[in-house]
């Protein structure tokens, strides 16, 4: 059975900081991983990782993945209150490219 | 772009009825679309794989008599929730897939009293 793990559950910093969130992985045939923002509706995309070693860069967030430690990690530098979210990491596997999510990681910025 | 909407966005029914949501991929055309259920404080669970002109392929643990998944055409599939009961009331989520990506709907929110 596929398997995705995001560490941590939850985490709360101040404004400024920089977080790094972790996501490992168990998926058969695997075809990518993605990163999404979850605040009140539906997820909203922010990466997709197909290969290892290149970092994807979207402002002050950034992400890389790692085939050979089957993770990644999603980095958030400065944050600000908006990030305030819950980060879902997702991972795409077998000919449907069927998305097994993990728990998610509720980060909360206090100003 | 890629654009999937959800109809409706939010509804309460009555315990007992059936609900149907649609989830149509607005600009392209969609081979495979996938739902999802969210719980309050819980992550995304896969439901069923939808392809067109075929039967959906349901995740372990979802009832297929219950859980009505029909994918008529490229563009839409409907879900529809059948007999609901109160603790069917859950964020349901669509999401359809274009080449290696997915693009998800804006979400339903289910209420059923």
Redesign the interface.
Known sequence: EDKVVQSPLSLVVHEGDTVTLNCSYEVTNFRSLLWYKQEKKAPTFLFMLTSSGIEKKSGRLSSILDKKELSSILNITATQTGDSAIYLCAVAGGSNYKLTFGKGTLLTVNP | GAVVSQHPSRVICKSGTSVKIECRSLDFQAT?M?WYRQFPK?????MA?S?EGSKATYEQGVEKDKFLINHASLTLSTLTVTSAHPEDSSFY?C?A?KD????????TRLTVT
């Not at chain 2, 290696?100 to 979400?107: I, K, L, N, R, S």
């Open positions: 495979t996938f819980q992550s995304l669970m896969l794989t392809n989520i999401s897939r290696t990506e997915q693009y998800f709907g804006p979400g």
